[in-house]
């Protein structure tokens, strides 16, 4: 399939089309604007448009139209070249390097795509609830078991297939709560030698909402890429943008609703797992950001003996609810909830 474009307008599609060695065709998705032919991404992986069009705030570059009503994705084939190519007008980083390869590939029709991997929590009923997978950013909402499960996803992210990622995490501590305790007792438990897995978690602390947009606007993505990591987690995402201090709320608020789109664009172009920890109460005013944004929203309740799961929002699941007993858990917990 050929995409049609005007070339006066569009970004790099001509230069694409005339490279050496056209016999080197590689399949691509190039994602632009019906009204203007802009071109906005083309890569070599299949990618939900809502990514795309959060890496643009959701207008496009050109016209300035709503990129909902206006974006279309096309499959072609172009000469064999880099994973990805972004429109220099992008608003977010995430988008400004890419690894020269991705790591797997599958087949579907005509197309190449990448391979999405699912980290497991290794408790059951939650891994039968929903697939914790590469390409999404996941909220998960409630305390304490939140933040526990944020230290034992560092440990099992590092174990093989089909249990984990064998990656490394970029883990962004935005209530400086990270627990090398608890890491240490999980990665016994997984057989992992401690002092390997705490060198496979790569940590930056914020503590101002300036620099925990920052960290996860302008950094992340290059720190996946530099560490050759597939999952990121990012603990109290909200905390410092309820810090009383703050004066004007409405610039907070902003900054937040960007940030949040920037993870978007993070988990889908790189195809890595994000995963936020979010301790604040349901009536929260940045919940319902946290709930509109992210692929999936998970609440956990703690109800005496019984944690309650709730799938509050998933991009193809419908909302459902599951129960555990505490003491059914898991071992991989018992540590941190002793504490």
């Not at 977010?92 to 020269?100: D, I």
């Amino acid at each position: 399939m050929t995409l049609q474009t005007n070339t006066t307008k569009t970004w790099k599609l001509e230069e694409l089309a005339q490279q050496a060695y056209p016999a080197r065709r590689v399949e691509a998705w190039i994602y632009y604007c019906t009204l203007c032919d802009e071109v906005l991404v083309v890569t070599r992986r299949f990618v939900e448009g809502k990514g795309v069009q959060a890496a643009f705030d959701g207008i496009c570059p050109d016209c300035g139209f709503g990129l909902d009503d206006v974006m279309r994705c096309e499959h072609a084939q172009l000469p064999h070249t880099r994973s990805a190519y972004v429109n220099p007008k992008c608003q977010a980083t995430v988008l400004a390097e890419f690894p020269s390869e991705f790591p797997q590939a599958i087949r579907l029709g005509n197309a190449s795509l990448s391979a999405d991997e699912t980290l497991t929590t290794g408790i059951e009923k939650l891994d039968k609830l929903v697939h914790l997978t590469t390409g999404q950013f996941t909220v998960f909402q409630g305390y304490p078991f939140p933040k526990s499960l944020a230290e034992l996803l560092c440990v099992r992210a590092q174990l093989d297939h089909p249990i984990g990622l064998n990656s490394a995490t970029v883990f962004i501590d935005g209530g400086n709560s990270f627990d090398a305790y608890a890491v240490s007792n999980y990665s016994v438990e997984h057989r992992i030698e401690s002092k390997l897995a705490l060198s496979r978690i790569h940590i930056s602390r914020a503590f101002t909402y300036f620099q925990l947009a920052s960290l996860l606007i302008e950094r992340l993505p290059r720190a996946l890429l530099h560490y050759n990591s597939r999952f990121a987690i990012i603990s109290d995402i909200t905390e410092l943008f309820q810090d009383p201090e703050i004066k004007d709320k409405q610039e907070a608020h902003r900054v937040f609703q960007r940030m949040l789109r920037s993870l978007l664009a993070t988990a889908e172009i790189t195809d890595s797992l994000v995963i936020a920890i979010s301790p604040c109460q349901y009536r929260d005013p940045f919940t319902k950001e946290l709930v509109q944004t992210a692929h999936t929203f998970i609440r956990a309740e703690d109800r005496g003996t019984l944690t309650q799961f709730s799938l509050v929002h998933h991009h193809s699941l419908p909302p459902r609810k599951i129960s555990h007993r505490e003491d059914s858990i898991g071992q991989f917990l018992e540590y941190y909830l002793k504490g």
